[in-house]
């Protein structure tokens, strides 16, 4: 009876259970990025020229950290006293704005023409295409209002233009957002990524440098959007030939080219997968490392050191820490600064000292390639520098 009795009060009064349920591993990550970008301080959203350009370094911790987490990586920059000297000034952003709205004027008749043309003559013209609206609350509310357009468009066959389409990219544990200028779906069903520029097109070709660098841009969305379409059964094809729209010559007309991104779309692939996840760089942080800009000078420079960096010469061109990084690595001598070609040949002399201990002999494996080269090299430069000294000079 007492045995009953007390079986009954325990389940009449049940005891609390102390143990909090575990957070799930997303939930602990993202509460984990918000403490390193620093209370209160929105996410700067990581956007496709970003991505391109952090695939481009994948061995880079530091970059993969602060784009992960949204830090404003300008504001830090400025905040140490090494200000970015890159970006696009307000009028060439507002010339390329304007051009873009151009060719997407009266529906995209334009932009659809110039995509029939160039990449699919043999389908019927795009007359009366359909242009769905893909406003919805927040990026994630706009991803999938872009997922579902696509699906319906591809259900119904034609021709559709989604102008600035949201999508989303897993990187390194962390998801990215990245809006393409446009995407078309083919009657077919095949999709096509469109990228806009406002540099020239001048007699049919641009210039190579700044089509490579669209090129990166636009196979980021390629990678995106065939994870879109491998959601969907059967999944529609994703065209590696995108299209890239500019002005024709000097005027404001636009023109465009098919440009093939497989290449870049592959290595943006193979070095996206060997990003070493943002986790476990952030569980490597000491306690209480911020990155926000409010904070002390040294107490941002000690937050930015705690994760390591692999700097190089196109940094400048791509990452606005690229100053700091630059005068750090310049302050330890390392070899990296001096471009990653060379880096790659010296093998493990990392430091300039070494390399030069090296050549003169005083230290380094005499059977390791690198240390034989340069050994090589020092005596072939002495071995001229002396014989130049042997030379009377012409009176």
């Not at 529906?107 to 990449?119: F, I, M, P």
């Not at 994630?140 to 468009?153: M, S, V």
């Not at 069903?189 to 636009?218: C, H, N, Y």
């Not at 430091?351 to 020092?378: F, I, K, M, N, Y």
Request: with cysteine.
């Amino acid at each position: 009876m007492s045995e009953f009795h007390g079986s009954a009060s325990r389940s009449a009064h049940p005891q609390p259970n102390r143990t909090p349920p575990p957070e799930t591993r997303g939930k602990r990550l993202r509460h984990r990025l918000a403490e390193l970008r620093g209370p209160d301080v929105p996410a700067k959203a990581l956007d496709a020229r970003a991505l391109a350009a952090l695939a481009a370094n994948p061995g880079c911790r530091r970059r993969a950290i602060l784009d992960g987490a949204g830090v404003d990586k300008a504001a830090l920059a400025s905040a140490l006293g090494a200000p970015a000297g890159f970006g696009q000034s307000q009028f060439a952003l507002t010339r390329g704005n304007a051009f873009e709205a151009k060719v997407k004027a009266d529906g995209g008749a334009e932009l659809l023409r110039l995509v029939h043309s160039r990449l699919d003559p043999g389908a019927e013209p795009p007359t009366g295409a359909a242009v769905p609206d893909l406003s919805a609350p927040g990026p994630e509310g706009r991803t999938a209002r872009t997922a579902l357009a696509l699906r319906e468009a591809v259900r119904a066959g034609g021709w559709t233009l989604l102008d600035h389409p949201m999508l989303a990219l897993d990187v390194a544990g962390s998801l990215a957002f990245l809006e393409p200028d446009a995407v078309v779906v083919h009657p077919d069903g095949s999709w096509t990524v469109v990228e806009i520029k406002s540099f020239p097109m001048l007699d049919g070709s641009a210039d190579p440098a700044k089509v490579g660098a669209a090129a990166r841009q636009a196979a980021v969305y390629v990678l995106a959007l065939e994870e879109v379409a491998a959601r969907l059964a059967p999944a529609p094809p994703v065209r590696h030939r995108v299209l890239l729209v500019c002005p024709k010559d000097f005027s404001n007309l636009p023109t465009a080219s098919a440009v093939d991104v497989r290449k870049q779309r592959a290595v943006t692939a193979r070095q996206l997968a060997r990003l070493t996840r943002i986790e476990d760089i952030a569980d490597a942080l000491p306690e209480g490392t911020c990155f926000a800009p409010d904070r002390p000078a040294e107490e941002l420079t000690a937050a930015v050191e705690a994760v390591p960096a692999t700097y190089a010469p196109e940094c400048l061109s791509a990452c606005e820490l690229a100053f700091h990084c630059r005068e750090r690595s310049r302050a330890a001598g390392a070899v990296t600064r001096l471009g990653r070609p060379l880096r790659a040949e010296l093998g493990g002399l990392t430091t300039v000292e070494d390399v030069l201990a090296a050549a003169r002999g005083e230290s380094g494996d005499p059977d390791d390639p690198a240390v034989a080269a340069l050994r090589r090299a020092a005596a072939l430069r002495a071995e001229a520098l002396s014989r130049a000294g042997e030379v009377t000079p012409c009176p």
